[in-house]
């Protein structure tokens, strides 16, 4: 992964998920697909309100930690498989919480979402075809977005008025 890009990535992260806090999903066509969405407020996470949906769609295996492990997976074949069910019971066990933390791991965009109690929300961020997660949220001609695209890249687009520095 571009170190560059990670930097750029990570800073539009920030900007869009601090403060945000955890408020639905929505299950997708397959079930490897799930999208969490979050609220931000206006001055709670030093980012706007944005008018649109802010969420992160997940493509890929991910998993709920209620403190650190030792290590975190390094790829899908070490994530469990959830049932639905089991997804909605992990989701439900941070609803309405903050986001305190979000970042990229340093050679591989396996995403970590740390929340306000502990938890943290890791999404692989690994496949040789095809994307595993996106996030940001559109609204009207601004598209703010994050992806992990295929073969440990990562990709961000943010509006020109956006000052990542």
């Known amino acids: 992964m571009d170190r560059e890009y990670k930097i750029y990535a990570e800073k539009v992260l920030k900007h869009l998920f601090l403060g945000a806090q955890v408020d639905g999903m929505q299950f997708g066509m397959s079930p490897a697909t799930i999208k969490i969405y979050f609220t931000n407020f ?5 980012s706007d309100d944005y008018g649109g949906q802010l969420y992160l769609n ?3 295996k991910w998993c709920l930690f209620d403190s650190p492990p030792e290590k975190y997976p390094s790829n899908e074949d070490e994530i469990e498989d959830y049932s639905e069910d089991e997804e909605y019971s992990r989701i439900y066990k941070i609803r309405r919480q903050k986001v305190v ?5 340093e050679e591989t965009p396996h995403l970590f979402i740390t929340l306000e109690n502990g938890y943290t929300i890791f ?3 690994f496949h040789d075809k095809y994307e595993c997660w996106q996030a ?7 598209t703010w977005l994050v992806v ?18």
């Not at 206006?42 to 030093?46: T, V």
């Not at 933390?101 to 791991?105: A, N, S, V």
């Open 42 to 46: 206006k001055g709670s996470g030093g």
């Open 58 to 60: 997940i493509e890929s």
């Open 101 to 105: 933390d979000i970042k990229l791991e």
């Open 123 to 125: 999404v692989n961020g």
């Open 136 to 142: 940001g949220v559109q609204f009207g001609d601004e």
């Open 148 to 165: 992990s695209v295929p073969n440990n890249e990562i990709a961000a687009w943010a509006p020109d008025r956006f000052n990542a520095e």
